[in-house]
Nanobody, 114 residues
C-alpha cells in the first residue's frame, strides 16, 4: 500500500503565495512521476504540475507555479505565486509507482479570497 498525504493548503488573498507539500509512504518502491491536479467546484479535474523521475516538469502555468521533488523523502512540493480567484480548488497530489499504478491523496483545499 502507498499512502499519499498533502499539506499546506489554506486561505490566501489574491496575489498571495502558498506552498503545498505531498509525502508518499508505504510501498513506494519504483516511484516514477509525482504531481498535482486540482478540481474547482463544478469543473473537471485538471493537471497543475508534474515532475518525473529525472526531473522533467510540465505545467499548467509555468510562470506562477513551480514544482520540486525530494527524491530521498518521496516528497513533492508545489510553490504557487500570484494566486487569483480562479486558483480556488481542491488540490490533489498523485504518485505513480511501478506498473503505472497511480495513488491519489485526499486533497487539500486552497481558497483565494479577499
Amino acid at each position: 500500500q502507498v499512502q499519499v498525504v498533502e499539506s499546506g493548503g489554506g486561505w490566501v488573498q489574491p496575489g498571495g503565495s502558498l506552498r503545498l507539500s505531498c509525502a508518499a509512504s508505504g510501498n513506494v518502491f519504483g516511484i516514477t512521476s509525482m504531481g498535482w491536479y486540482r478540481q474547482a467546484p463544478g469543473k473537471e479535474r485538471e493537471m497543475v504540475a508534474i515532475i518525473n523521475s529525472i526531473g522533467n516538469t510540465n505545467y499548467k502555468d509555468a510562470v506562477r507555479f513551480a514544482i520540486s521533488r525530494d527524491y530521498d523523502k518521496n516528497t513533492v512540493y508545489l510553490q504557487m505565486n500570484n494566486l487569483n480567484y480562479e486558483d480556488t480548488a481542491v488540490y490533489y497530489c498523485y504518485v505513480d509507482v511501478a506498473r503505472g499504478i497511480r495513488h491519489w491523496g485526499q486533497g487539500t483545499q486552497v481558497t483565494v479570497s479577499s
